[in-house]
């Protein structure tokens, strides 16, 4: 019997299919974190905060611009944008600090990471040690490879090209990688950057279009590892 590899094993990709996830969005409950924060810096200016404003002026990521967007649309004080950001910037990290990790996720990760998956996250949180002190709480006893968008950028989700380069640092093709998104936004970046999306809402996000993702789980007691993963596998060139 011959051994000599054949054209298609010759010309399959290396590299494992990647479990990549926005961090503090699915592994956490970061929304609500970001949304305690800033309901603690409006109090100070006697403005109270609703989910329905959270989630109209796109406040999971309080960027300046979207910040602006909301004083100028609902008619408030505007004055001090910038020592506001600056204040939930502050107030957003510690609130996260204390938001309990999303079961389902920190085992689905845990299953990959004791499988020898790659894992990749990307975070918006404003310092790297943040970051990390999220990923030690995950316990995954797993490398995780880490690209830091600040919120401060853009929209403050992740682009394309957050995404692309995520897959780079892990040294994948964007085909390889299954993203692991908790917004349409995010999901759709993802989408376009070349990866295969599964959604996985919270109560803020669970009434948005995610369209065009491979899975959606909402409120999910397990996630199916082998099924995520099934969606990178096998991967072909174009």
């Known amino acids: 019997m011959s051994t000599t590899p054949s054209k ?17 969005t ?45 004083t100028t ?13 600056a204040e939930i910037a502050q107030q957003w990290p510690k609130k996260l600090a204390q938001t309990k990790a999303v079961p389902a996720v ?20 404003p310092a790297d040690p943040a970051a990390q002190d999220l990923i030690k709480a995950l316990a995954l006893k797993a490398e995780v490879a880490l690209v830091n968008l600040p ?29 692991l998104a908790n917004s349409a936004v995010t999901a759709q970046a993802a989408i376009m950057a070349g990866m295969h999306a599964v959604a996985i809402p919270d109560g803020f996000s669970v009434f948005q279009d995610f369209g065009g993702t491979d899975m959606v789980f909402e409120k999910p007691a397990s996630l199916p590892l082998a099924e995520i993963m099934a969606l990178a596998a096998p991967v072909t060139k174009a």
């Not at 649309?73 to 950001?85: V, W």
């Not at 920190?106 to 949180?125: E, F, H, M």
Request: proline fraction near 7%.
């Open 106 to 125: 920190v085992k689905l990760l845990g299953d990959a990471a004791r499988q020898g998956i790659p894992l990749g996250a990307i975070t918006g949180c």
């Open 73 to 85: 649309a609902l008619a408030i004080n505007s004055s001090g944008i910038e020592a506001m950001s």
């Open 151 to 179: 919120a401060a950028n853009g929209n403050g989700r992740p682009r394309p090209e957050a995404w692309t380069k995520l897959a780079h640092q892990m040294q994948a093709a964007p085909a390889q990688c299954v993203a």
């Open 26 to 70: 699915i592994a956490f409950n970061g929304s609500q974190a970001i949304y305690e924060a800033l309901e603690t810096v409006f109090k100070t200016r006697g403005f109270q905060l609703t989910p329905e404003i959270f989630i109209r002026f796109n406040l999971t990521r309080p960027t300046p611009r979207a910040l602006n967007r909301m």
């Open 8 to 24: 298609a094993a010759k010309d399959a990709p290396s590299a494992k299919p990647c479990l990549v996830f926005e961090l503090e």
